[in-house]
């Protein structure tokens, strides 16, 4: 089982739906949880940490539910901006190494 | 805030040659900086941890001595490709944290896109 394990899509959305991603994790350990997005061929950017009691920042959703182990991410009102390939990252633990899931591939069509 | 920098953002090199790839934090002083290689349609894959003054901690299957990773100060990190050969083609990444927080975010550099003829 991989250690952060994510579908990988493509998720093909029409403009101004809302979309729902969910990523899992192994290490029931583990202490930090972000979303990043990634452009083709360029580098990731972070879009959120997720916090235990959840956290919202403007049309996006991040949730934590440690007792199934997963992260998710919800996209209000999606945007054609908003295709991009989003990666689930965790650390396992108290340092600054991340665990990088394989990423879900989103295309927002018009 | 937060800004990482990579240089050269794209390097061409031939077969045996030796390619060395800078990654800056500009705005801040990066304890722990990360080096990720990224193969098309793939996932970021760690290379390397290096701290400040001490040696690079290398991830299993990756060779120390072909990837010479050098973290001299807290804002500039190195990393050599020795003797590169085409399968050594590739997206180089580099990213840094900076202690305190706790947060462990890591900010990312644009990248270093390296073609191995």
């Known amino acids: 089982r991989k250690e952060v394990e994510q579908d990988p899509g493509p998720f093909n959305v029409p403009e101004g739906a809302t979309v729902a991603f969910n990523c899992t994790y192994s290490?029931?350990?583990?202490?930090?949880f972000f979303w990043y997005r990634q452009d083709c061929r360029k580098e990731p950017k972070l879009l959120m940490s997720?916090?235990?009691?959840?956290n919202e920042d403007g049309r996006f959703t991040a949730q934590l539910n440690r007792a199934s182990q997963y992260i998710s991410l919800l996209i209000r009102d999606s945007k054609l901006s908003d295709s991009a390939t989003y990666l689930c990252?965790?650390?396992?633990?108290?340092?600054?190494?991340?665990?990088w899931g394989a990423g879900t591939k989103l295309i927002i069509k018009p | 805030g937060a800004v990482v920098s990579q240089h050269p953002s794209r390097v061409i090199c031939k077969s045996g040659t030796s390619v060395k790839i800078e990654c800056r934090s500009l705005?801040?002083?990066?304890?722990?900086m990360f080096w990720y290689r990224q193969f098309p349609k793939q996932s970021l894959m760690l290379m390397a941890t290096?701290?400040?003054?001490?040696?690079?901690?290398?991830e299993q299957g990756v060779e120390k001595d072909k990837f010479l990773i050098n973290h001299a100060s807290l804002t500039l990190s190195t990393l050599t490709v020795t003797s590169a050969h085409p399968e050594d083609s590739s997206f180089y990444i580099c990213?840094?944290?900076?202690?305190?927080?706790?947060?462990?975010?890591?900010?990312f550099g644009p990248g270093t896109r390296l073609t191995v003829t």
């Open positions: 290490n029931s350990a583990s202490q930090s």
């Open positions: 990213s840094a944290s900076s202690a305190g927080g706790g947060t462990y975010e890591q900010y």
């Open positions: 990252v965790v650390n396992p633990g108290s340092n600054y190494q991340l665990i």
């Open positions: 997720v916090y235990s009691s959840g």
């Open positions: 290096s701290n400040e003054g001490s040696k690079a901690t290398y």
């Open positions: 705005d801040f002083q990066a304890t722990t």
